[in-house]
């Protein structure tokens, strides 16, 4: 079992950044891809961004690109989602989880074995 939990969310306008956190305890999180998925109200759950295990391959969502990174620390058990240049449309609850399959990533949140709780980003225009 691996238990996710997450940091980082709140309150930001337009342009401004933020990053999330991700700490992982229980199952050795190094092993694992990890993903960022957002879901905003009424919206289906997306994926954002991943990361394979040893943090060798990524993909961002097109919406994404260019303004979101990703990345983590295996030896702090850690993955943080780098976000800037934040618009309105990027609020949403913010998860992350994690993949035992590590590669190739995906974008089918089924194939994603751990969640944590969910992070709040609110962008004011």
């Known amino acids: 079992q691996v238990q996710l939990v997450e940091s980082g969310g709140g309150l930001v306008q337009a342009g401004g950044s933020l990053r999330l956190s991700c700490a992982a305890s229980?199952?050795?999180?190094?092993?694992?891809?990890a993903g960022w998925f957002r879901q905003a109200p009424g919206k289906e759950r997306e994926l954002v961004a991943a990361?394979?295990?040893?943090?060798?391959?990524?993909y961002y969502a097109d919406s994404v690109k260019g303004r979101f990174t990703i990345s983590r620390d295996n030896a702090k058990n850690t993955t943080y989602l780098q976000m800037n240049s934040l618009k309105p449309e990027d609020t949403a609850v913010y998860y992350c989880?994690?993949?035992?399959?590590?590669?190739?990533?995906?974008?089918?949140?089924?194939?994603?074995?751990?969640w944590g709780q969910g992070t709040q980003v609110t962008v004011s225009s």
């Open positions: 989880a994690a993949d035992s399959l590590d590669y190739p990533l995906s974008t089918n949140r089924a194939r994603y074995d751990y």
């Open positions: 990361i394979t295990s040893s943090g060798g391959n990524t």
């Open positions: 229980g199952r050795t999180f190094s092993n694992l891809a």
